[in-house]
């Protein structure tokens, strides 16, 4: 994504090889940017934003607990607990979104 590569110029790191061109850069996944002299022109982008949320849809809960487990015993191994609809898991992993 394009903010992945707002990196001010003296944080760059380095992730190609001397001489490589925007278009090699970019097919390996990273930035290309030669408007600043002496720092890297290909250089990693900033990590994805990410963050975990409880799925909407109660079809596609990945089961995170058993049969009766309690809604304190679900959350503190780090899950969603909804206890509702019947026939799907109440004990559910979270699902990752990029921001």
């Not at 707002?6 to 990273?30: D, F, H, L, Q, W």
């Not at 963050?51 to 809604?71: A, E, L, Q």
């Not at 780090?78 to 109440?90: I, K, S, T």
Request: charge should be positive; charged fraction near 25%; aromatic fraction near 10%.
């Amino acid at each position: 994504a394009k903010c992945q590569c707002k990196v001010v110029p003296r944080e760059r790191t380095n992730c190609g090889y001397p001489g490589i061109s925007a278009a090699e850069c970019k097919k390996i996944g990273c930035c290309f940017n030669a408007s600043v002299p002496s720092v890297p022109w290909c250089y990693n982008p900033k990590p994805k934003k990410v963050k975990k949320v409880c799925p909407n849809d109660p079809y596609t809960r990945i089961n995170c607990g058993h049969p009766g487990i309690k809604p304190r015993e679900c959350t503190r191994k780090g899950c969603c607990f909804r206890a509702h609809p019947a026939g799907v898991p109440w004990c559910f992993y979270h699902r990752v979104v990029e921001e």
